[in-house]
């Protein structure tokens, strides 16, 4: 069975996901480093934001654009990690093919 479920976040995001037919429980040591990274992320957006209201340089814009992206690499890789290490294990270790469907249709879409 499928479950729907919608998380809003501190800053209003809103965050929508599936819960599958998957029996384990989701561990991930770093739920707080990636909430961090992602606020700094989302300040450093803001910033970009206003850089390009202020009329700045495009060349200073598209620095900044590539250290954002650089810093979302760097949040996926960690979450990825994170998966691998603990999810994946245990939908291995449970012989939960669908999970493992998901990894690779996630990592499909990260590779893109």
């Given amino acids: 069975m499928v479950e729907e479920h919608t998380h809003v976040l501190a800053d209003g995001t809103v965050v929508t996901h599936t819960h ?16 961090n990274r992602m606020a700094r992320l989302i300040g450093h957006l803001e910033s970009i934001k206003q850089m390009i209201a202020d009329g700045r340089d495009c060349s200073d814009v598209l620095i900044q654009l590539s250290a954002v992206d650089s810093a979302i690499k760097g949040v996926s890789r960690i979450i990825l990690k994170d998966h691998l290490e603990h999810c994946i294990v245990d939908a291995v270790r449970e012989n939960d ?3 493992l469907d998901q990894l ?7 590779l893109k």
């Fill in 20 to 35: 599958g037919a998957h029996g384990h429980q989701h561990s991930h040591t770093q739920t707080k480093a990636v909430l």
């Fill in 97 to 99: 093919k669908e999970a």
């Fill in 104 to 110: 690779n249709k996630a990592i499909d879409r990260f």
